[in-house]
Nanobody
Framework: QVQLVESGGGLVQAGGSLSLSCAAS????????MAWFRQAPGKEREFVAA????????YYADSVKGRFTTSRDNAQNLMYLQMNSLKPEDTAVYYC??????????????????WGQGTQVTISS
């Protein structure tokens, strides 16, 4: 059974930092591309960042580029999202997702087969 479990969410002030983790089990982690999405109340799920199977290629939404960094540790079946210079508009539930590796990093949720339960990130102004 595939499980993705996010952790590290919380409440921070604007300008602060948070680090999220995604622990994967039940799948051959190193063969999957991984991604972070987020969903704010009343809004659609939004792409945040993606990373290829080896970790040497990443892609970010324009809204987080330069502030967020994603990485992975295939030996530990972990993915990370380091979030700096946080803004109130970053407030959302953050989800990690896994998709079968391909030649590119898709930004649509439809390309990812497995999802975590999400972790709440709240940024106060």
């Amino acid at each position: 059974q595939v499980q993705l479990v996010e952790s590290g969410g919380g409440l921070v002030q604007a300008g602060g930092s948070l680090s999220l983790s995604c622990a994967a089990s039940g799948l051959s982690f190193s063969t999957y591309r991984m991604a972070w999405f987020r969903q704010a109340p009343g809004k659609e799920r939004e792409f945040v960042a993606a990373i290829n199977w080896s970790g040497d290629t990443t892609y970010y939404a324009d809204s987080v580029k330069g502030r967020f960094t994603t990485s992975r540790d295939n030996a530990q079946n972990l993915m990370y999202l380091q979030m700096n210079s946080l803004k109130p508009e970053d407030t959302a539930v953050y989800y990690c997702a896994a998709g079968v590796a391909g030649g590119y990093l898709p930004t649509t949720p439809l390309a990812y087969h497995y999802w975590g339960q999400g972790t709440q990130v709240t940024i106060s102004s």
